[in-house]
């Protein structure tokens, strides 16, 4: 007769899903926080321009954009909001601050450029072509 309007009740899965969105937000965690230390959101924040509009005028960025990338570093952990006041909590001071010892901002643009490179390799070496497709092969 069938479940008359019933929800079906789904056993959960035997394994997490919790890899699979750390590696799906893992790729636009890494591109915020390099644009973050690029543009030294950090760094402003201490002299002062701690507000969307204050950012996003001091930048010459969207005040709409500027908003939802601080929603993303606030979400991230790297600064907070106060009423309309935006803070740099200690992960951030730790990790996106110039003024840090661990200051991670020159690695984030060297990741970057190891990473274009291997993808430029991978797409337009023939070499790597060669290589891929031998593999494909052997594995077959």
């Not at 543009?39 to 950012?55: F, H, K, Q, V």
């Not at 010892?101 to 023939?126: A, D, E, N, Q």
Request: charged share 20%; net charge positive.
């Amino acid at each position: 007769m069938g479940n008359s309007g019933r929800t079906q009740i789904i056993t959960p899965p035997s394994a997490s899903d919790g890899p699979m969105w750390d590696r799906l937000m893992g790729n636009y965690n890494f591109a915020c926080l390099m644009v973050s230390a690029r543009l030294d959101i950090t760094g402003l924040i201490e002299r002062g321009y701690d507000s969307c509009e204050a950012l996003s005028k001091e930048l010459q960025l969207s005040n709409k954009g500027m908003g939802f990338f601080l929603l993303i570093l606030s979400h991230l952990g790297y600064i907070c909001f106060d009423k309309q006041q935006v803070k740099n909590t200690e992960l951030g001071k730790c990790y996106l601050s110039k003024n840090s010892h661990y200051y991670w901002g020159k690695s984030y643009s060297i990741l970057f450029k190891s990473m274009t490179s291997i993808t430029w390799i991978k797409r337009y070496s023939p070499a790597y072509k060669e290589n891929m497709s031998w593999n494909v092969k052997v594995a077959l």
